[in-house]
């Protein structure tokens, strides 16, 4: 252990499913290091969720995509001066591996670490770098995460740390929920088309379990298609409109959560809570599979360095195989 480490920044800037992912690591850096103080970098809107982490000791937001949309000078001389002005750290870790979060990096201290070049998807964020990790990219991505943060301080983080964590997130909100039915939540969309069970399979299980649905949307489209469900299902209820941080709280009330490969299906995993991921164009390397997080892979053979968007295969997974699996997790049958 390297007694020097007492300021360490972390660079996740996005997207929601991959910081939830990453920050199973602070608990983990907190364990070798109590006294250290830890930061976030992050884009702005994804701030609220990093703020229901109780080992983060700052989180500095800022917006690259407002500055690639307006492609304004004093934006990005605002943005850079930002940066220069955080803390002295000790070390800066890079776990997006990307060219736009290694300049961030860089331009935030010399003392960087991040995945060498055959560890990620742009190969030249290697340049930016002091130091770096050598892990394959078709390792499982709660792997290559916990692996990079535990190279560059020095300790170890095993499977059984990983099972066994604390959830990562705390609740800041109660909700009033049904105590005579299981409460199960459904994600009903994700950030590509291809990744999004229909919503007709998703009925056929919620009339199937006849427990409390709850049918968690984030947009107008996806409001529609959860009413759609609701009005054809008894046991289905639409969601209230939730912040991410009451998106942690309603999620981490939940038996069970059953949803497509994005932000809320893995905030369950991060809760400890049990969860099915639907699975078609991408695969169990995007989840930390336990017994109580489980995958449904669809058919398709997938190649993680070129993901085929167009893959539509998710609607091979029958419901049926939902059903049981549900059951499974629900009542141990």
């Not at 407002?66 to 004093?74: A, D, G, P, R, V």
């Not at 529609?224 to 009451?246: F, G």
Request: aromatic share 8%.
């Amino acid at each position: 252990m390297n007694k020097q480490i007492k300021k360490i920044a972390i660079i996740r800037l996005s997207a929601l499913g991959d910081i939830i992912n990453s920050a199973v690591v602070l608990q983990f850096i907190k364990k070798h290091y109590p006294d250290a103080k830890i930061n976030w970098i992050c884009e702005e809107v994804f701030a609220p969720l990093l703020q229901t982490n109780k080992h983060l000791n700052a989180i500095h937001s800022i917006n690259l995509k407002k500055l690639k949309k307006n492609k304004s000078f004093s934006l990005l001389k605002k943005t850079v001066s930002q940066l220069s002005n955080l803390d002295d750290y000790d070390i800066v870790i890079d776990m997006q591996g990307l060219i736009k979060s290694a300049i961030v990096a860089r331009i935030i201290s010399k003392n960087t670490h991040g995945f060498d070049k055959n560890s990620s998807r742009e190969s030249l964020c290697a340049l930016f770098y002091k130091t770096t990790s050598s892990i394959s990219y078709e390792e499982n991505v709660i792997k290559r995460n916990c692996f990079i943060v535990a190279d560059a301080l020095g300790f170890e983080i095993t499977d059984a740390m990983i099972v066994n964590k604390e959830p990562v997130f705390e609740k800041t909100k109660d909700f009033e929920l049904r105590s005579d039915k299981k409460n199960i939540a459904l994600v009903i969309g994700a950030s590509w088309a291809s990744k999004i069970y229909p919503k007709e399979s998703l009925l056929k299980v919620c009339n199937a379990l006849q427990e409390q649905s709850y049918i968690i949307w984030a947009n107008e489209a996806e409001k529609k298609n959860a009413e759609w469900i609701c009005q054809h299902c008894e046991y289905a209820t639409l969601a209230p409109k939730l912040t991410l941080s009451e998106l942690i709280s309603f999620v981490s009330e939940m038996d069970l959560l059953i949803g497509n490969d994005t932000g809320p299906t893995h905030l369950a995993w991060a809760q400890n809570i049990p969860s099915i991921t639907l699975l078609g164009p991408t695969t169990t390397r995007m989840i930390y599979e336990t017994p109580k997080n489980i995958a449904l892979k669809s058919p398709s053979k997938v190649n993680i360095l070129k993901i085929n968007k167009n893959d539509f295969s998710i609607k091979e997974i029958s419901p049926q195989q939902v059903i049981q699996k549900a059951k499974e997790l629900l009542y141990g049958l």
